[in-house]
């Protein structure tokens, strides 16, 4: 009887570990989608106030936040330092800003492929189980259409 009890604890032990790791996969890609949907956001405020819609975007990383309004240096600062998220469990929202340090770092790249063409990958990392990096990569192309 206690070699069943051995066998269902260690199943037990091993399927909450899993689950660890299926929780953090879901929080890493929507982290890199909040990444993608932050540069979207900056095209649109662009055309908004009447400006150039890529201004600000140039070719390089940059770390974001879900109320990134431009790119900055402190943007490539963020992402040259590797810069972790914060969790803020009061607030449920991820940013560089109060909360507890996380695991996972988001680094957006910017590619100019042509004057009316930006490719965007939001780059999330993190470490899981037993000290394994993982990594989710989104890619988006975003298109002058206000022409």
Do not use: C
Request: glycine share 8%; charged share 20%; no cysteine.
């Amino acid at each position: 009887m206690s070699i069943g009890f051995l066998g269902v604890f260690a199943v037990l032990s091993q399927s909450l570990g899993l689950n660890r790791v299926v929780a953090n996969q879901y929080i890493a890609s929507n982290l890199a989608a909040e990444g993608i949907e932050v540069v979207k956001n900056i095209a649109d405020s662009n055309v908004v106030r009447g400006d150039e819609w890529n201004k600000g975007l140039s070719n390089d990383k940059f770390g974001v936040q879900y109320d990134t309004g431009t790119l900055g240096a402190m943007n490539k600062d963020w992402a040259n330092r590797k810069l972790p998220l914060n969790f803020n469990s009061d607030t449920g929202i991820y940013s560089y800003d109060t909360g507890m340090p996380t695991n996972f770092v988001r680094t957006i790249t910017i590619n100019n492929i042509s004057p009316n063409e930006i490719q965007v990958n939001s780059e999330v990392r993190w470490r899981d189980r037993g000290g394994v990096e993982l990594n989710i990569n989104l890619e988006d192309h975003l298109f002058n259409w206000h022409e």
